[in-house]
């Protein structure tokens, strides 16, 4: 009697109030012989959610580079990517989305984000060195907003900053369309010996297959359900799908696994993320061709008469399936005795493509674990995509139809508080960046966050990059925009850019206009990859992101966050972005356009929401990354910026705050002043150069097709430009320090 | 110097400071684990900075019960040398070794930046060594670390010449505005009345290699361990 629950046969109307379609559970019938109980229903109506399955977003996936000469496992094989990086060691990274919960709970939602990503690395046997994230709001003005930002900023800074792990960088962008939506992109890398690689399988029959970690509560139960569907006003009543995150045990867990991989006891290992026991226990096996008996009995639990559903399908955290190698047990347990964690055996490896759970001594669920997974059985749908209305609207604008400001300093002082642009020093002061004396930029300032390995001179460089702007105003060109930017962001900061990690956050993959976002963004990142020799290694999607308000839908800006890394041979080497002596001369390198599109400036100054994305050519991008990369490692500069959000004027200033120094230039007369100050045209990179460099560096500049000009020099205190001034460097770090803080 | 470094599960500036002191400052290191209570004649125990058992209660709170603080509370009476670090602070305050305690930041948040020290006593091994002319450029990152005592504490600190460090701006000069959390006259670490017991919020295991393009909190060490 007691398994009434989880044993009824189930029905369609509890499939699709699940999640599933009717098609859908028609063929688990077909495949089972048979109409499933309600256990197995619930099991495949999690295995087979778009947060699992990958089922919308898996075909375009595919199309994807993936192969490089450094790549030690192919995507989506193991927990995550994995990356040579000489020395018997391998970088392993990812980034993954925790929007929908952060959504309803920003600090939970965030914290246990941070702390499912740093387990997806630590799982493969790696330790965590660094952490980034990606976080896009809606308007600051609002309440909901700064409940929500104040709220994901303590949880990512109080999970890990008691974890353990800098945080060295990110991103942070607010637009309307986040309003109900944000979006929290958390991404980690980790160095391990690749040796010392633990796999996500499972093999040998009658090995024993352990619980490790925290006991198993109510918590996240249809969490990954939850984050397959709309944001919508009755989204609190899924409030029980939030996972609860507890980073002292994540800590232990670290621990012990990495004591755990240096032992011969282990034949596997996955950790617990969407869909718990469930989904680990089946993909392992799947991996392995094997199946696997679970007595859901022997679960550690934290509270009486689970249901063996709720079992099976909670996400509480800090949990990880490990198979063990038959007569190593004792080893095990010892390692996960001294950290005070549970370490329960509750089931072994069996032959044959079964995967069986007991509870009370009855058997509740019996499926194939191979019919469940990505790359099994699982569905794979091709969906149908249009082109949206509005994308004919933007390429309307013309750059005529706008006046140039007559007061340039007030728009300069503008894009200095613009919360997209000012600085983020309110959020990333609540995040410990120095812990694991790893942290390059601390006190050299960089443009993308630097890692040294300890023990070596190299670094990981690594960055975060997406403008969601450009991405809706033309997704094929803003997703290779926004893996240019990151590659650029990696080149200026004396980094080779190796691998990309993908979170590819989206509206619903059902609405035609929205999977044509989708399509674009795979095939501009697809290209910008190629061309930059940076496979994809794995990641997310998160589909769903919209809000129903008063029955309207409103999809959020698409945006294809690009997590990129790079290898720094030498940090002593590592360029930063900060002038360094007053006299030096300021370079601009790349094209220069009369373009204004989708920038900060067009947008929020003038209010015009409807551009297309800005000036971009991926050859030219390449060329000047080629360039930069060999100013750096001949020592003929010595500070390099991008130009992004802003345009040049943000960059000068942001060299110059971070020096104390002001610039003096001239504006280029063949070009509008506004579009040569504050346009957003890619490809473009500011450095400057010391009077004993000026010659060699001239020199190799004549040998490369990149257009440049000596745009003027840095000086002490302001900065000006055509023999105005736009403020002091105390004045200008004044308003951009403090803007964000204000706000709140 | 034979330096014990304590691990409790929820250490994370341990690594850190092991390799400060081994593989920077040449010293003898050895790992010293919670639930031990043999300290292994070290000279110096180090209580690193982390969130030792979790701090959900307090932060040190449960710290101070474990098998090892036994001992380090022995070692410490009978002269031993005792240095913590940020959490290593609040639990050597917790367990009544040094006077005061670690309260929530004024601003309610936890705060990781670069700032200055000024070191202020002149008696104190860990800053006789120093110039007192110098400020010394060492990160914080803490979320309790607003240093509180009551009147009669702070006048006998002062008087005694136990105030080790204050916060102060890059030109060494202490005031308000450059306290980033609140603590009582800008206090970033204080000695016992024996001198022999240090506790500091800042990280200068965090400041000790050139490749970071820091090297202030070296200096800091070498005044200790000479």
């Known amino acids: ?744 | 110097m034979k330096c014990g470094v304590v691990t409790f599960p929820g250490s994370n500036c341990n690594h850190d400071m092991i390799y400060a002191l081994g593989n920077v400052l040449k010293q003898e290191v050895i790992e010293l684990w919670h639930k031990d209570s043999d300290i292994q004649n070290c000279d110096l125990i180090v209580l690193p900075g982390g969130f030792s058992y979790g701090d959900y209660l307090r932060s040190g709170a449960i710290a101070r019960f474990s098998p090892i603080m036994d001992s380090i509370i022995q070692h410490a009476n009978n002269g031993g040398m005792v240095l913590g670090i940020c959490n290593g602070f609040q639990i050597l305050c917790e367990s009544g070794l040094l006077p005061g305690a670690l309260l929530h930041n004024n601003q309610q948040k936890f705060i990781c930046k670069n700032v200055f020290l000024k070191p202020s006593s002149k008696t104190t091994p860990i800053t006789k060594q120093l110039n007192e002319e110098k400020s010394f450029k060492i990160p914080i990152a803490h979320g309790e670390g607003r240093y509180f005592a009551d009147d009669k504490t702070l006048k006998e600190l002062t008087k005694n010449d136990q105030v080790i460090f204050q916060y102060c701006d890059e030109n060494g000069v202490v005031s308000e505005e450059v306290n980033p959390n609140g603590s009582c006259l800008n206090i970033a670490g204080i000695s016992n009345a024996n001198k022999n017991v240090f506790g500091m919020m800042p990280h200068p295991e965090r400041a000790v290699d050139l490749l970071l393009n820091n090297t202030d909190g070296k200096l800091i060490f070498e005044s200790l361990l000479n």
Request: proline fraction near 4%; aromatic fraction near 8%; charged fraction near 20%.
């Open chain 1, 1 to 744: 009697m007691k398994n009434k629950s989880s044993l009824q046969i189930a029905t369609l109307d509890q499939a699709i109030e699940l999640g599933l379609k009717k098609e859908e559970f028609q063929e688990i019938c077909k495949i089972m012989g048979r109409t499933p109980n309600f256990t197995e229903m619930s099991i495949y109506s999690v295995m087979w959610s778009e947060h699992c399955a990958y089922k919308n977003s898996i075909l375009w996936l595919k199309t994807l580079p993936k192969d490089g000469p450094h790549m030690l496992v192919k995507a989506g094989e193991e927990n995550a990517g994995l990356v040579d990086i000489g020395d018997g060691l391998a970088c392993a990274f990812k980034i993954e989305s925790h929007n929908h919960p952060s959504a309803l709970e920003p600090y939970q939602g965030a914290a246990t984000g941070v702390g499912g990503i740093n387990r997806d690395i630590f799982t493969m046997g790696a330790r965590p060195i660094a952490q980034l994230n990606s976080l896009r709001f809606g308007d600051i003005k609002k309440d909901r907003t700064k409940w929500l930002l104040k709220g994901v900023v303590k949880g990512i800074g109080d999970y890990g900053n008691s974890f353990g792990i800098p945080v060295l960088g990110g991103e942070v962008f607010f637009d309307d369309s986040f309003d109900q939506n944000p979006l929290v992109n958390a991404f980690s890398a980790g160095i391990m010996k690749v040796d010392e690689l633990i796999s996500a399988t499972s093999s040998g029959p009658g090995n024993p297959v352990f619980i490790v970690g925290s006991s198993t509560g109510k918590d996240g139960i249809h969490g990954a359900a939850f984050a397959s569907k709309d944001i919508t006003e009755d989204s609190m009543d899924d409030l029980p799908a939030v996972q609860v995150g507890d980073p002292f045990q994540e800590k232990l867990l670290l621990e012990a696994s990495l004591e755990l991989s240096k032992s011969d006891a282990i034949v596997g290992m996955q950790d617990m993320g969407a869909a718990g026991i469930t989904c680990s226990s089946s993909e392992m096996s799947a991996a392995g061709g094997v199946g696997m008996k679970i007595d859901l009995d022997k679960v550690p639990t934290r509270q009486d008469d689970m249901k063996g559903w709720e079992i099976l399908l909670s996400e509480s955290q800090e949990r990880m399936l490990v198979v063990v190698e038959k007569g190593k047990e004792d080893e095990v347990k010892a390692i996960f005795d001294k950290w005070d964690l549970n370490c329960e055996q509750i089931g072994e490896v069996t032959q044959g493509d079964k995967l069986e759970f007991f509870q009370h001594g009855e058997l509740i669920a019996s499926l194939s674990p191979k019919s469940l997974v990505l790359g099994g059985g699982a569905p794979q749908y091709n969906r149908e995509y249009k082109e949206p209305a509005y994308y004919n609207e933007f390429k309307k604008f013309k750059i005529e139809d706008i006046e140039v400001p007559k007061n340039l300093v007030e728009v300069g002082h503008f894009l200095l508080k613009q919360p997209n642009i000012c600085s983020k020093k309110w959020v990333y002061e609540q995040y410990d960046s120095m812990v694991g004396t790893n942290n390059i930029s601390t006190n050299s300032p960089s443009n993308a966050g630097i890692a040294l390995i300890k023990g070596t001179k190299k670094g990981i460089a690594m960055t975060v990059d997406c403008n969601s702007r450009y991405v809706n105003a033309d997704p094929e060109i803003g997703t290779s925009i926004a893996v240019s930017e990151a590659a650029r962001n990696i080149v200026v900061s004396g980094g080779n850019p190796s691998a990309v990690t993908n979170c590819l956050n989206f509206g619903n993959p059902y609405h035609p206009e929205s999977y044509w976002q989708f399509v674009g963004a795979i095939k501009g990142m697809s290209a910008a990859c190629k061309k930059f020799s940076t496979p994809v290694t794995g990641g997310n999607v998160s589909f769903y992101n919209q809000s129903i308000v008063d029955g309207k839908e409103v999809p959020v800006f698409p945006t294809p966050t690009i997590g990129m890394i790079g290898l720094v041979d030498d940090v002593e080497k590592a360029m930063s972005m900060n002038f360094k002596n007053v006299g030096d001369s300021i370079y601009l390198l790349g094209h220069c356009k009369n373009d204004i599109s989708s920038s900060e400036y067009l947008y929020n100054y003038h209010n015009v929401k409807s551009s297309t994305a800005p000036y971009f050519n991926l050859d030219e991008e390449f060329e000047l990354h080629t360039l930069v990369q060999k100013l750096i490692k001949n020592s003929l500069i010595n500070a390099a910026h991008d130009c992004a959000d802003g345009g040049l004027f943000i960059t000068l200033a942001e060299m110059g705050m971070t020096s104390d120094l002001g610039f003096e230039i001239n504006i280029n007369s063949n070009f509008r002043k506004d579009a040569y100050l504050f346009g957003e045209v890619q490809g473009r990179v500011v450095v400057s150069v010391s009077n004993d460099m000026q010659e060699d560096f001239s020199s190799l500049l004549k040998s490369f097709n990149v257009p440049y000009e000596n745009i003027g020099k840095v000086v002490e205190n302001d900065f000006i430009i055509d023999n105005e001034s736009f403020g002091s460097v105390s004045f200008c770090k004044e308003i951009y320090d403090n803007a964000l803080a204000l706000n709140l």
